[in-house]
Each structure stands twice: as C-alpha cells, then as structure tokens.
C-alpha cells in the first residue's frame, strides 16, 4: 500500500469514527475536519495550543508561535481550544493575533486534558500536527526541527530518532513492556542524553512529566503521564493518523496520550521519543501542572484511574493467568507446612534447600556462590546449580518473613502466571489484535503439558518470563531501529536470565537460532537485511553481559566444585509416542503411560497430543503464506526431532536409528542438555499458531465457520488441560532437629551423617537442615558436582563405601559381616566427611541399620528424642 493510499486510509477512518461519535457530542463540540479538505489539501502544519486559565500568557504565546512560523513552506495554522475555564482565554488570544490562519475552538464548560486535545484536533487540517500544551512556551519552538528531522526519517521508512538522541526504552506493547520507538506520532518525551540550560548535560526533560511514565511503567505502558496531569507537551504526529487516533480514543483525562500511543501502535506506526530543551523561565508540562498542589493530586487519581481503565482488559488477563496457576499449585497451598508435591521426587527438597542456603549466606554476608552446608568436606558449587539466584535473593525478606515452602510457592504460582503475561504480552504486540487470541495463546505457551510436569520441582523450567522479553528484544535488533540501546538491554536482560536459568536460556537461544534459519529459507531478503543490525546487536549485548557474568561463570567453570558435564543417561531423548500421547496432569493424561514414556514425573517434555499437533499442522497449511507461520512450522518440527535424541527407537519394530542430537549433543554446553527438553520449544511455537489461527477466526464473518473454527481450538486444547498438581503429606522433621538437641552431638565445623545419607534418591535430610536454620552441615546431599579426575558432573556428592552400604542396606541389601576392614573403611569415610554424629530416625529396615551402624562404629547408640544417635565427633 502507498504512503498516499496510506494517508487516505487513516484519513477516511478519522472522519468515519467522527461521523459515528457526533450525535452524542456536546453542542459545543468543533465539527471534524472533512476527509477531502484534511491532509493534502490542507497547511503543511497544524499547531494545538489548549488554553485553560492562561490569560496571562496565551497572547504572548501565540505571538512566538506567529513569529516562529511565519514564512514557513507549506503554510501553517495555529488552533486554540477553549475549554471555557478561561475568564478571557482563548479570545483573549485570538484578539492579540488577529489572524485566518488563528482560529479558537471553544468547549461548553471545564474539560479534561484528553477532551481538550480532541476537539483541537479534530479541527486541524494540517499535514502534520504539534501539540503544544504548555501555553508559557516553556519548551523553546526551535526544537520543533529535531522533532520534524524525526518524523521525515519514519516517514522515509528509516528509524524515527534523531542522531545522537534514542529515545527511552519503549516499556509497553499493548498492554506491557516493550513497544519500539520511532515512528507515527514523534514526542518530545524525555529521550536519553538530552541537554539542560546553557548546555550543561542535564536528565532529559520530559515534557509528558518530569518522571516520565513512572505510573504508566508500573503498569505496563509506555509514553503516559506519570504523576502529573499534561498530556502530550511538545509532540508532532502525521496529522492524518493523529486525526484517526484521537478520534478513536475515549478518555477525557490525562491518560489520552497512552491511549493515543497504544491506538498509534496498532494502527501499524511506531513512535519515536528524541529529548528536548527547555528554557529556564519554563513552567512544568501540561496547561495546569503549576496551578495548585491540589489540582496535580486530583491530576494524578484520575491518572491512576484512567490507567487502570485503559488497561482493564490486559488486568483481566492478568487475572486469568494467576488463577489459572492457582489452580494447578492450589494442593501445596491448601497446606504449605504439611504438604509436599508428590511428583517432586526429591526436587521440591532440593529447591527449598536453595532459597534456604542463598538466604543464610547473603544474610551472614558469604559468598553467595558456594556453600559447605550440604557435600561435607568438599561443599557446593551453588553457580553451577539451579539456585536462580534472580529470584532467591531478592525474595530474601519473604523467605526471612514466612519460611522457605512459602516462597518456593510464591515462585512457582507467580512465575508460571508471569511467564504466561508475558507470551501474552509479545504474541499480541507482534503476530495479533486480538487480546483474547494472545491470551490463549500466552496461557498455552506457559502451561503446556511440559511446563505443569517440570512444575512439580524445577522452578528453573517454570518462571520462564524473560525470555519471551529476550525473544522480542532481538526481533528489535533484527529491525536496526535502536540497535545500541536494544543490544544493551538485551545483554542486560540475558545476564538476568542467566541467574534464572541457564539452562532455558540455551533451549531458548538454540530455538532462536532454528527460527532464523529457517526464516532464511522462507524469505531470504528480509532474513539477510537483519543479519548486520542483528550481529551488532548481540555484539553490544555480549559486550554488556560478558563483563557482568564473568566472575560468575568464572566461579561456574573453574571455582570449587566446578564440573564439565552432566550424566543423565543414554535414554534422555523422548520417545516418538511420547509426543502424541497425554500427559499425566493433563485432563486426558495417564499416569501409568505417562511414566512409561519419560525419564520422570518432572521430565514429561512433550505430550502435547496429537489433536495439539495435528490443530497446529492444519494451521501452518491454512497460512502457509505468511512467512512467520513457515519458520515457526520448520522450528517446531526440528525441535521435535532434536528432542529425540541420539538414538530414535522406531516403535514396535526393534529398530533404532541415529538421531539429529547425536553431533549437537557432543557440543559444549549441550553436553549438559537433557534433549527431550527440547521440546518445549514446541509450546510458544503451538501458542503463536494457537493465537493466529483464533485471531483469523474471530474475524471470519461467517457464523457457521467461525463456531467450526473455535470448536476446533477448543478441541485440540481439552485434552492437555492442566489438572492440578497431585499432594501428599510431608514427612515429618525429627523432634531431634526441631528442638535444638542435635546441638549436643555436633560440634562446629562438623557435620551431621543422616543413617542412610542424603542423596538424589531421598533428601529429607536437606528440609532438616532448612528448619534448623542451617546450624550444622551435612555429609552426602543432592546437588550437582564433580566426580573423578575428569571432574564430571553427577547428581549427588561422590560415593564412598559406608554412604554406598548404607543406603544398599536401607533399600533390601542384606548387611554384610562386619570385618576389621568394614571397621576401618567406616571410620576412615566418617573422617573424611568430619563427621560429628550418625542419626538414624525411624524408617523402614532401622532395626538392620541400627545393628550395622552399632557394629562398625563399635558401640551402641543413645536414644535422642525420636532418633538414635552415635556421637563420633572429637568429643565422642
């Protein structure tokens, strides 16, 4: 579509939606602008002054404004809209300027900001349109050319920022984070790096408000009034889409200028912010911003309001996401001291166990990266495990406030519903207009059948609400608009990732990756138009993050306790079926098949049902057109067959082909990768074709196939319906523990020995250790460390023999005959762990192992409370 069919469009739009609102309009109401006179026909620029109260300084105002335009191409008008609070106002200007080209719209009575600016322009007729809302020119007109050499870059289809004046992060899409700058409706609205009087580097002014959008971010949007009551101080916009946008808002209040952006944005246009000076004798934004402390209160409540009101439908999604995590955690919170996940294995333990120890070391002020607590002598390398340290520490307060199976809760409800707010949040700001289809598309992506299995106890799997945030950042770069300061806060935001989960990172980048190549395959052109701003993006990012994370990956890779890779087992991959069938918390999932098919309870990676797969198959035929849909076709189907691992077993016939993991699986970093999880790269994929193919039938004007449409939806997603989280009861900690009594048989500086110790298979002995507060240490525990001279990585500390015996016995082994060499081997393993004392609670088989345990240290035991103790400290 040309520019001119363009212009047209927005053009006829304005008057249409004019035409639709006049008959309820006050009498007083200006007439909207006629299509034909509007635009091309009409001056080059159109200058809106509101005038509220401004007697004193709208005359003098207007004669600047004369004097600056005077003379310029194209011809120009300057409209002054009354709102009738004025004794003189407006008149009073028009007197002092006796001029066609001045003219006064005049309202019935006191009006809101929003009201105001909508009556001024609907009644331009220029080319382009400046809002100039402080009347006292407090913002010098020689910086209308900054923002015209902005607005002719958009218009030229480059990005719309001035040299050396980016614009501030644009933190908000339609409702939250992120929409990019540059392009429609250019503002002075406080970029970076702006200068104050006389030259001197001062913040840049913002001339929406000082603070620029601190409410408005709060909230999720971009380009709104903070806490003061102007609306757009010193914008220009292209007057067509100016016309088109205001007449489609609603608000009165000081809150028009997000509802202006936001209607700008989703028209197709992009808005830009460059800084702006101000003069020393200026006057704080907005018409009435100095008139009275009470007038800016009452500003900012109907601020709040109107944000509130604006961003009512994209709360209500909000709301629907928490509920619906609510929903599956609902069983640990009906109880959070007595129950335990029952799918958790020992996850649940060990993740507590992290907030735990990343709260005792930052509060006793150690390295937050290590720890001896658990691993007795050798310790924990806490980096190179799944601490998400992004989230323990600054949950710290909550954890010292209510315990730390509140805050593992908190993590895990609020996190799944964030991560959903935010595929939400990106799938409606790039691929639909329709909220309700990005919903679904949010909530599919967040709480697909892989998510609610890791949900049982990799918190790591769940909170994943930063990456679609990197995922759009670098569809920004790939755009060239801001590549400096979006290289940036991608570096920034992939660091905090990195304390996240690096592990979702890599799956996300490899992911990111198979898009663009195979975006390459399906549009060339536009794919290597991205690679140049892209490369010097992720150039600025890795400039950024690199210096941040290096002692940190440091300590990962060459600190104590480091390691190179992970064991986890030749049968990692999913199996074929595993990617058709349901999974154990969906609504149409076997646990028993379910089990069959995965590593675990917690590694169902897939399970998407083959009514998911075979909707989001008949999708990408139904847009095959669309460029996007091929590449995200071609990512899910890679990402299947990657999950599949080295070694594919084709079903029911004993045959087993090599994999497309068998050469990446060999890679640094992937080494550590369980490939089936790989697969959940499918879920945003199936949630961006899920919101497509909704948002293309919302559209349908057919009834008849709109319903075939949405039940078909609705017939691919019953099936992997989460269902909530299965519970049980928790084991109960030993009144030894509880009640301070271990404080007699382990001395500082050595650790308690649980009979059998803590590994990967039962860790009960870590939530001992959470309730007390971490005053003693354990040997044995669950965690990632190294084993051998090679140093690879193993789930747990490295076996000894008694460690080896003890839990062989415990499990069924008959205890061997106890000989002078079990004696000699017992004691030198419980000095090699500093032990302190054996405890033995009450368990299945304790009579065996309390006879075993008696006989290699030599004596019996004491009966402590609820547990049997052997002191073999120094003191023993």
């Known amino acids: 579509m040309s520019d001119a069919s363009v212009d047209r469009h927005a053009a006829a739009i304005a008057t249409a939606a004019w035409a639709a609102t006049a008959s309820c309009a006050p009498a007083a109401q200006p007439a909207a602008v006629p299509a034909s006179r509007a635009g091309a026909e009409g001056p080059g620029l159109s200058v809106v002054i509101p005038v509220r109260g401004e007697r004193d300084r709208i005359g003098a105002t207007v004669a600047a404004v004369r004097e600056h335009l005077e003379g310029r191409p194209g011809g120009w008008e300057l409209v002054l809209v009354d709102d009738g609070g004025a004794e003189e106002g407006a008149e009073g200007g028009a007197e002092h300027a006796p001029d066609s080209r001045v003219r006064t719209v005049r309202l019935d009575g006191p009006a809101g900001e929003g009201a105001v600016l909508r009556a001024g322009v609907r009644a331009c007729a220029g080319r382009r349109i400046l809002l100039l809302t402080d009347a006292g020119a407090g913002t010098p007109l020689d910086e209308l050319a900054r923002l015209e050499q902005a607005l002719g870059r958009a218009e030229d289809g480059r990005p719309g920022e001035p040299d050396g004046a980016g614009g501030p992060d644009g933190a908000g899409g339609p409702d939250g984070p992120g929409e990019p700058d540059g392009a429609d409706g250019v503002g002075g609205l406080g970029g970076l790096g702006g200068l104050g009087e006389q030259g001197t580097a001062r913040r840049p002014v913002a001339v929406l408000g000082r603070s620029r959008s601190r409410l408005g971010r709060a909230l999720g949007i971009p380009g709104v009034p903070g806490f003061r009551t102007g609306t757009f101080g010193f914008a220009l916009f292209d007057g067509d889409a100016a016309r088109a946008a205001f007449a489609a808002s609603v608000l009165d209040g000081p809150a028009v200028d997000a509802e202006v952006t936001r209607l700008l944005r989703r028209g197709g246009g992009t808005v830009a912010e460059v800084p702006v000076r101000r003069t020393a004798g200026g006057r704080g934004p907005g018409p009435a911003a100095g008139a009275a402390g009470h007038g800016r209160g009452r500003g900012r409540r109907r601020a709040l309001v109107e944000l509130l009101r604006l961003n009512a439908g994209g709360l209500a999604v909000a709301a629907v996401f928490l509920a619906l995590s609510f929903h599956v955690f609902h069983g640990l919170w009906a109880d959070l001291d007595g129950r335990y996940l029952n799918d958790a294995l020992q996850d649940q333990n060990q993740w507590e166990w992290f907030v735990g120890v990343a709260t005792d070391n930052i509060t006793h002020l150690r390295n937050p990266l290590f720890t001896i607590a658990q691993g007795m002598p050798d310790g924990v390398n806490l980096m ?93 770069l790939c755009e060239g608009r801001s590549v400096v300061r979006d290289g940036v806060l991608l570096g920034l935001f992939a660091t905090y990732q990195i304390f996240l989960g690096e592990e979702p990172l890599l799956i996300a980048a490899l992911g990111m990756l198979v898009f663009c190549l195979a975006y390459l395959l399906v549009d060339p052109r536009r794919a290597l138009a991205a690679v140049r701003p892209l490369g010097r993006g992720l150039a600025v990012a890795a400039a950024v993050c690199l210096p941040l994370l290096a002692v940190p990956l440091y300590w990962q890779f060459f600190g104590p306790q480091s390691y190179h890779s992970v064991l986890h087992g030749d049968n990692a991959g999913n199996s074929p079926r595993a990617l058709v069938e349901y999974a154990a918390r969906s609504l149409f999932g076997d646990p028993e098949t379910a089990g069959r098919l995965a590593l675990n309870t917690t590694e169902q990676n897939a399970f998407y049902g083959w009514p998911l797969l075979a909707f989001g198959a008949a999708v990408c035929v139904w847009l095959w057109r669309r460029p996007a849909v091929r590449a995200l076709a071609l990512t899910g189907a890679a990402a299947l067959l990657l999950s599949l691992g080295p070694r594919v077993p084709v079903p029911h016939s004993g045959i087993v082909l090599p994999g497309p993991w068998w050469g990446l699986g060999k890679l640094p970093l992937f080494e550590s990768v369980i490939e089936g999880r790989v697969a959940m790269v499918c879920a945003p994929v199936l949630g961006v074709l899920l919101a497509l193919a909704l948002d293309r039938t919302l559209r349908v004007r057919a009834r008849e196939l709109r319903t075939l449409g949405l039940l078909a939806a609705a017939a691919a997603l019953l099936p992997v319906l989460p269902l909530p989280l299965t519970v049980r009861e928790r084991a109960p900690v030993p009144a030894f523990i509880t009640s301070g009594a271990w404080k007699g048989y382990v001395n ?129």
Do not use: C
């Not at 051998?788 to 008694?802: C, F, M, S, T, V």
């Not at 081997?825 to 004392?837: F, N, T, V």
């Open 748 to 876: 500082e500086g050595e650790a308690l020995v649980p009979v059998p110790l803590p590994d990967p298979g039962q860790a009960d002995a870590l939530h001992w250790q959470v309730e007390a507060d971490f005053g003693f240490r354990l040997a044995g525990g669950y965690f990632n460390g190294p084993w051998g001279p090679d140093r690879i990585g193993i789930y747990g500390a490295p076996p000894r023999h008694l460690s080896n015996l003890l839990r062989d016995v415990r499990y069924g082994q008959e205890p061997p005959e106890i000989t002078p060499q079990w004696r000699e081997q017992a004691r030198q393993d419980l000095e090699y762990w500093k032990a302190g004392a054996l405890v033995l609670p009450d368990q299945d088989r304790a009579d065996v192992l309390r006879q075993l345990v008696s006989g290699l240290v030599g004596r019996q035991p004491e009966r402590v409370r609820d547990v049997w103790v052997w002191k073999v400290g120094a003191q023993g």
């Open 384 to 476: 190179a495990n799944a601490t998400m340290l992004g989230l323990t520490v600054p949950l710290i307060p909550v954890t010292l406030a209510f315990g730390e199976t509140v805050t593992f809760a908190l993590v895990l409800t609020l996190g799944m519903a964030a991560s959903a707010w935010t595929w939400y949040w990106m799938i409606r700001r790039r691929f639909v207009e329709s909220r309700w289809a990005a919903a679904a598309g949010g909530a599919l992506a967040a709480f697909a059948p892989p998510m609610v299995s890791h949900a049982n106890g990799h918190p790591n799997f769940v909170v994943l609400f930063m990456i679609p945030l990197i995922v759009d950042r670098a569809l920004r």
